[in-house]
């Protein structure tokens, strides 16, 4: 079997959908860390990353956006929430 090559075209246009999803994380990043500095003492990482994945983005998409080199700093905010929100099912 042959190996389908990609053309230069393809992969030009690779490059540039991966450098405008690179400038979309920044802006999204710079909103978050503006919103921050404005007084929102509340603004957590952990509020920016329930924010983000009610906006059906991924663990890993999310931890691209906040400068996270893998996922498991983002997974464990989102799985600390879920095992909090069973453990007060399981009490009442």
């Not at 080199?69 to 095992?83: A, E, F, P, W």
Request: glycine share 4%.
């Amino acid at each position: 079997m042959k190996k389908q090559r990609k053309s230069k075209k393809r992969l030009s246009e690779e490059n540039e959908n991966i450098k405008v999803i690179k400038r979309l994380n920044a802006i999204i990043r710079f909103f978050i860390e503006l919103h921050k500095i404005l007084g929102k003492k509340e603004f957590t990482v952990e509020t920016s990353v329930k924010i983000l994945h009610s906006l059906n983005f991924t663990p890993t998409e999310i931890a691209d956006i906040l400068g996270y080199k893998d996922r498991g700093s983002v997974s464990s905010y989102l799985y600390s929430k879920r095992k909090k929100s069973s453990d007060k099912n399981e009490k009442t």
